[in-house]
């Protein structure tokens, strides 16, 4: 049985990030754990359960959070600046703590307790993410919103994806983020446009309307960066959300190519052997994802993507969506559409023959040398990013020191 670490939130922030305080930042971020639970009066804190008192006024890193709640010792969080944040303490010693606490310089009732700073704990990893950064804490306040709202927004993305979601799309979509959480969109409002979008685009397709269908999956594919980054930064991710999101990114692409090889029946270039060309489509999309599967299945617990560097590169421009509707696109352009589809599947097959040699190179090395590890793993912040992969995947730490 799973121990519950009740938690009581102190004060709030003098302003909100992407619409919300750090009050309610902090019970979302809470709410998503199953071994936390939020009070809002102390004396709901059984006395011998573990506790944890929390400052509002502050930022946590998710993974700070979750450190604090599975740790198995009574502690102190402190900020760079030498001022407990967080104290994890015992439900039977919060009534006499918490006073303290409230009472500006006196802090005699922990000065006992061991003294952590973020680099102190035991923090997950971020492979949902791709990627590996520096944890955070750090003040909210006027002087830093526009500085921390970026670095919500930035730290939301994946490490390790396409070009076009890496390099185009994160000045608007930081921008179209703001308009949503102005009007009260959330994710999955901006999902269920997704859907409408995709669909769309493959009628378009299907009736040889190539250039109206293009317009509307280009969209879809921003909008589908729009709503994941909405849902982190506001910390409103559902299980639905991530249902419908992850389930359409999974099924629309092949079936957009399917539609953009019947359309070309329209033109001036239909296909010889539809049928043929079918198959193909879906040898080399299923077959990429198998790859990328029994990497995870048999061999690690990180995407290939992340083994080592080559393969975060392989990832910029391997055959999915993104990368494919540019081929589509450029045929478009030429006036050859059919170009454009053979063009993605040429290139799915490639992919997946390259990613297939990957697996059978990490099968090998995991018969020589046992466990794979990613090369993200290595990355050491305190020396800098030296090669080509560490500028390219990811992003140096704020220095808290100038954001007090």
């Known amino acids: 049985m799973s121990i519950v670490t009740y938690i009581y939130i102190i004060g709030d922030s003098e302003i909100d990030l992407w619409g919300i305080s750090g009050r ?28 944890l008192l929390i400052y509002a006024n502050h930022l946590y890193d998710t993974r700070v959070i979750a450190a604090l709640i599975a740790a198995q010792e009574n502690m102190v969080l402190y900020n760079h600046n030498d001022y407990p944040v967080a104290i994890r303490t015992k439900g039977n010693e919060v009534a006499a703590i918490l006073p303290d606490l409230l009472r500006e310089g006196s802090k005699r009732t922990i000065a006992d307790l061991p003294k952590k700073m973020v680099g102190d704990l035991t923090l997950g990893t971020q492979s949902h993410l791709r990627k590996k950064e520096p944890p955070y804490l750090w003040p909210i306040t006027r002087d830093n919103r526009i500085t921390l709202e970026s670095e919500l927004f930035a730290g939301s993305y994946k490490g390790v994806t396409d070009l076009v979601t890496k390099w185009l799309w994160p000045f608007p979509a930081f921008w179209a983020t703001h308009l949503c959480v102005y009007y009260g969109w959330k994710p999955n409002h901006v999902t ?31 909008l589908d960066t729009v709503d994941g980054k909405l849902a982190r930064v506001t910390v409103t991710s559902t299980k639905l959300g991530d249902v419908l999101d992850h389930g359409l990114d999974l099924i629309h692409p092949p079936l957009w190519y399917v539609a953009w090889a019947i359309g070309l029946a329209t033109t001036l270039y239909p296909l010889a052997g539809l049928t043929f060309y079918i198959w193909l489509i879906f040898i080399g999309y299923i077959g990429g994802r198998l790859c990328e599967g029994a990497f995870q299945v048999w061999f690690a617990s990180f ?31 030429i006036g050859r559409p059919d170009i454009g589809f053979y063009l993605v599947i040429a290139w799915h097959l490639i992919s997946t023959v390259y990613l297939g040699s990957r697996v059978v190179t990490a099968w090998r090395v995991y018969r020589r040398d046992g466990a794979l590890s990613s090369w993200v793993e290595c990355v050491d912040f305190s020396q800098g990013r030296k090669t ?13 020191k100038n954001y007090n």
Not at 24 to 51: C, F, G, H, Y
Not at 306 to 330: C, E, G, V
Not at 388 to 400: G, I, N, Q
């Open 303 to 333: 995407s290939i993507f992340l083994w080592q560097q080559k393969d975060s590169f392989n990832r910029l421009i391997t055959a999915r969506r993104n990368p494919n509707l540019i081929l589509l696109t450029y045929g478009c352009l």
């Open 192 to 222: 269920y446009l997704s859907i409408i979008l995709a669909i769309s685009a493959g009628f378009a397709f299907w009736h040889g309307f190539f250039g109206l269908g293009l317009f509307m999956g280009w969209f879809m594919t921003f």
């Open 388 to 400: 080509l992969a560490e500028k390219v995947f990811t992003r140096m730490p704020l220095d808290p």
């Open 24 to 51: 309610e930042r902090l019970k979302r971020m809470i709410s998503a754990s199953q071994n936390a639970q939020w009070v809002d009066n102390i004396d709901k804190i059984p006395t011998r359960s573990p506790a």
